[in-house]
């Protein structure tokens, strides 16, 4: 046997003739356009605003002060180019080290420019500098974007929600203090002398008999003063919500490092929660006169944690977890089952670096959990997602955030382009599952974000210059083994084959990964390259080819499920404009018109076309009057003549009174009042 | 606010017949006039809705149409004429918690009132704008108003009016910022209280122009529409309002109108024959001064007594001799 195939069977080398690829430096070929971050134009960094939106990108961010300063020609022109290297020096910082905000690194950028340039650009820049309106801090795609983007994005949302219930809350608080002062200024307390005194004001005292205003007041008008019980109710109620710990100044933390923690917390301010749930709801019936003892009390004397509804936890804020899922025990991940099936709102923030193991299938499994929001994204990919993520700390249940941070190797590749790679591979596809999105999986499922969806992986052009430098081109797709490459971790599962082997027995690993070429007489390959970019074959182990199988096959199935969706989206045709043609199932706007329950012998109106405009009723308001609808109808045919209907029936301006035939055959006139009729028959 | 608030809150409340909204007060309109229709719709909307009396502010100007406010068992404020929007708006900033309604007529909104509408369609603040419009000054006995066909013969016109009529929809769609625009009209009551409804559940301003009939200054005015309901334009669409089968049966002039396509219901406000009836137009989306301007703090006494005493404060003079405080 051959040693490359015997080391894609064994994942052990044979003979020399296969070399061992760690510490080598080898990426993926794909990557040969992605050398120097600093020079590329890309999603990050990111700039966090306290504004709307929360996130911006720092490229995005230029790109609109160039448009708000220069509209076009060699001014735009020179603006942005003054711009792109402000940008690319703020890159080069970051990739140094740097850190902070966007004032300040613009300015540290600008220092470096003048070194290279002289004073010239830093004036050159001047009213650039002076359209940038947007503050905040910049940050990187490194360790710790995922904990400060989301915690950046779940501090807004809370703040918004906290906002909207301070104010609710406040505003209670007013009006029920209102209702206590109202009390107090009918009490005899607050009729009295002093009291009144202290109502007016120092500077015009002495205009007043205060005593005289007193007697005066002796009786008000009306009961005085509140019960006891409601005083006392609405006394223990205002203490509540002044001193609930949720929203405002005195909040609690609600964000956590261990989930076992703010399980904890969660069921330790329960019983807090209802008592505001409670105080709030008797604030209510207490402002709307509807607090009815009677039914209120027993219902109030039992309402405890266990009565909060999914719908009163949600307006509580939610628990942010930033949790490790490859902590070395599992403690995690156990919890995490608990943390997610749970009605507390936890919003989980789970970083793994384990994509090919349990921690890259977390978000998949949480799928089955129904009703928790899931998404799974790469780093790379979290800019895109930023509305996603914000919509999954808004849901109202628990959330899942799984997030590839790619970082490997200690950094030797950059954060960005490894999570990327993770993204484009499957390896770490990106998806969200909204339970609130629709009502069916395939709706709710979406695999926006991830590249060239509809192929098992996505297939980019590649050149090359071969030995005679020319130009080679062919179309490499990038696999779940291409993204491996990226993990010192996975090192021994691949072999560089030298230049004297490349024989026709080696095949792309894509091949065998999809089938199309045979398992028995081929050994899977992955371009390479080195760091002067020199091209290399490394064989792939079995081991590793399973996994990436794996991977391949979890990227099927959520395929499968937003497959329906997306054939019957691209189906659909648009409705065309069309009158709502009258059918049965649709709701009636109007009674069918009375005539079709009525002989021609009979008096009727068409009641639902009446218009209320008296004529009839004036008339004879025995015969004629209105229904719960103030619409007319014939009460009482015999209280009036038919001379009487066929007046109202001429008379009605909406022609809907129909006086039938006379009851009465010795009714002077008949024949004339008849012919009348006929018109309204 | 809590869910658990509303489910009692909703065992607790009574609930009101129309007669509740009725106010002790006999209707003085004419016998056959269309503001009858528009009253009794608006009581079945207030009771539909559950509409609390003591929540709900009716606010009119100065005409036959703003008598309304008298004959509804709620708050009302009958104001100056033309000034039913301005003192509307105020009540509604105050007191955002109540539902509030202007009657307001094609004299009274159109001509004196004229800058108030527009700008009252600018601010698009939360409120539902009924326009009776019955082409005439009716309560001070026959004047042309803006929206007189031409050639009326009025006290004003004796020799019939020369100005071609403003027509209010193609008006209202022309401010960038209006909502809700719509028309009905008082003979077809069930689409009257259906337009109003939704008028009622828009946030925002929503304005709905009644073409309402004066039967004793312009008689038979709108008869060849009365008479020949063919000649009666039923807008109908799933986001507004739908037309059912005894409907369609008595006025089978039907037709697809996407309240949300601006372009569209421009077209059909110039309609005049036949006549659109139905939500030409509603966005969601436009913000209400309301929002706009909410500083997210409650206008407390003590915030506006702080603020009255900062701003006192900043002009007052200390007599020279007095202690430095």
Not at chain 1, 172 to 194: K, N, T
Not at chain 1, 510 to 530: E, H
Not at chain 1, 594 to 603: I, L, N, Q, V, Y
């Amino acid at each position: 046997m051959d040693e490359p195939r015997f080391f894609h069977l064994t994942g052990r080398r044979a003979g020399a003739t296969l070399a061992p690829i760690a510490d080598r430096g080898l990426r993926p070929a794909l990557f040969a356009r992605f050398g120097d971050l600093t020079r590329l134009r890309y999603d990050f960094p990111l700039v966090l605003t306290d504004g709307d939106p929360s996130v911006v990108s720092l490229s995005g961010l230029f790109d609109g002060i160039l448009d708000a300063i220069a509209s076009g020609g060699l001014e735009r022109d020179r603006a942005r180019r003054l711009l792109r290297r402000v940008e690319r020096e703020i890159r080069a910082l970051l990739a140094g080290g740097s850190d902070g905000t966007v004032d300040a690194l613009w300015d540290e950028a600008v220092a470096r420019l003048v070194t290279k340039d002289g004073e010239q650009v830093r004036r050159d820049l001047l009213p650039l500098r002076a359209a940038l309106r947007i503050a905040g801090q910049i940050v990187d795609c490194d360790a710790e974007l995922p904990a400060r983007l989301v915690t950046h994005l779940w501090h807004a949302v809370e703040a918004r929600r906290a906002e909207a219930m301070r104010r609710d809350i406040d505003g209670l608080v007013a009006r029920l203090s209102q209702l206590v002062r109202a009390d107090f200024l009918r009490s005899e307390a607050g009729r009295s002398a002093p009291a009144l005194r202290a109502g007016i004001g120092a500077r015009h005292q002495e205009l007043f008999d205060f005593d005289a205003m007193a007697r005066l007041l002796a009786k008000p008008s009306g009961p005085i003063g509140l019960p006891e019980s409601r005083r006392r109710r609405i006394a223990s109620t205002l203490t509540v919500l002044q001193a609930q710990p949720f929203f405002g100044d005195r909040a609690r933390s609600f964000s956590f490092r261990r989930v076992d923690v703010a399980l904890a917390a969660f069921r330790e301010r329960l019983p807090l929660m209802a008592d505001l749930v409670r105080a709030i709801s008797v604030a209510e019936l207490e402002l709307a006169g509807a607090y009815v003892e009677a039914t209120h009390d027993p219902y109030f004397a039992d309402f405890d944690q266990t009565a909060l509804a999914r719908e009163d936890v949600a307006r509580f804020p939610s628990y942010l977890v930033r949790a490790d899922a490859d902590d070395g025990d599992g403690t995690t991940r156990a919890l995490l089952m608990e943390a997610l099936t749970g009605r507390a709102p936890m919003k989980i923030l789970l970083e793994t670096d384990d994509v090919f193991g349990l921690g890259g299938r977390l978000a998949t499994t949480a799928l089955g959990l129904g009703d928790v929001f899931v998404l799974q994204s790469a780093s790379a990919g979290l800019y895109g997602q930023a509305l996603r993520v914000r919509a999954a700390l808004e849901y109202a249940g628990p959330a899942l955030l799984s997030v590839f941070p790619g970082v490997l190797d200690r950094g030797r590749l950059p954060p960005y382009l490894v999570a990327a790679a993770a993204t484009e591979s499957r390896a770490f596809p990106t998806f969200t599952y909204d339970p609130s999105a629709a009502p069916d999986l395939a709706h709710r499922l979406s695999l926006d974000g991830d590249p060239q969806p509809e192929r098992p992986w996505p297939v980019h052009p590649f050149t090359y210059a071969d030995d005679e430098l020319q130009q080679v081109g062919e179309r490499l797709a990038f696999t779940p083994v291409d993204f491996a490459l990226c993990d010192p971790a996975l090192a021994s599962s691949f072999a560089e084959v030298p230049r004297a082997g490349w024989t026709a027995e080696l095949v792309p690993a894509a091949d065998r990964l999809d089938g199309a070429a045979d398992r028995t007489d081929t050994v899977p390959f992955v371009w390479a390259i080195d760091a002067e970019d020199r091209l290399r074959r490394l064989v792939v182990d079995e081991r590793l080819l399973r996994l990436a199988r794996r991977t391949a096959d979890a990227w099927a199935r959520l395929s499968e499920i937003t497959e329906p969706a997306s054939v019957v989206a691209a189906t659909q045709v648009p409705d065309a404009p069309a009158v709502p043609a009258p059918a049965e199932d649709r709701p009636a706007a109007a009674e069918a018109p009375a005539s079709e329950a009525h002989g021609s012998d009979d008096p009727y109106i068409e009641t639902p076309r009446c218009t209320t405009c008296n004529e009839c009723t004036t008339l004879n308001g025995r015969m004629f009057a209105y229904n719960e609808n103030r619409q007319a109808y014939i009460a009482d045919q015999s209280a009036g003549t038919y001379s009487e209907l066929v007046e109202a029936a001429e008379g009605c301006q909406v022609a809907i009174i129909h006086p039938g035939k006379p009851r009465d055959p010795n009714e002077p006139g008949l024949d004339e009042l008849m012919a009348r009729a006929e018109p309204f028959r | 606010m809590i869910p658990v608030a509303d489910c009692l809150l909703r065992t607790a409340e009574a609930h009101h017949d129309l007669a509740d909204y009725r106010s002790e007060l006999v209707p003085r309109w004419c016998n056959g006039c269309g503001d009858n229709a528009i009253l009794t719709a608006m009581q079945r909307l207030c009771r539909d809705e559950d509409l609390a009396p003591e929540k709900t502010v009716f606010v009119s100007g100065i005409g036959c149409s703003s008598r309304l406010p008298h004959y509804m068992n709620t708050y009302g404020f009958h104001g100056t004429h033309g000034r039913a929007l301005p003192i509307a708006e105020g009540v509604k900033l105050s007191r955002p918690d109540l539902s509030v309604f202007v009657s307001t007529g094609d004299g009274d909104c159109l001509s004196i009132g004229a800058a108030h509408w527009l700008h009252a369609l600018r601010y698009n603040v939360d409120l539902t704008v009924l326009l009776h419009d019955n082409h005439i000054y009716g309560l001070t006995k026959k004047q042309a108003s803006p929206t007189s066909p031409l050639g009326t013969k009025s006290n004003t016109t004796p020799m019939g009016s020369v100005l071609a009529p403003l027509n209010p929809l193609t008006i209202t769609l022309g401010v960038q910022t209006a909502s809700f625009v719509a028309q009905a009209v008082d003979w077809i009551p069930d689409l009257l209280y259906q337009v109003i409804s939704a008028a009622y559940r828009h946030k925002g301003l929503s304005f709905v122009r009644i073409l309402q009939r004066c039967p004793e200054f312009m008689p038979g005015l709108f008869d060849p529409w009365i008479q020949d309901p063919k000649r009666m334009l039923l807008l109908s669409h799933a986001d507004g309002v739908t037309v059912g089968p005894a409907l369609a049966k008595v006025y089978p002039n039907v037709r697809a109108h996407d309240p949300s396509d601006r372009a569209a219901a421009r077209a059909i406000a110039e309609v005049e024959d036949p006549l659109p009836v139905g939500i030409l137009y509603r966005d969601p989306a436009v913000p209400r001064y309301e929002e706009l301007r909410h500083v997210g703090e409650l206008r407390t006494v003590e915030r506006v007594r702080r603020g009255l005493e900062a701003e006192l404060d900043r002009f007052t003079i200390w007599p020279e001799d007095a202690a430095t405080p």
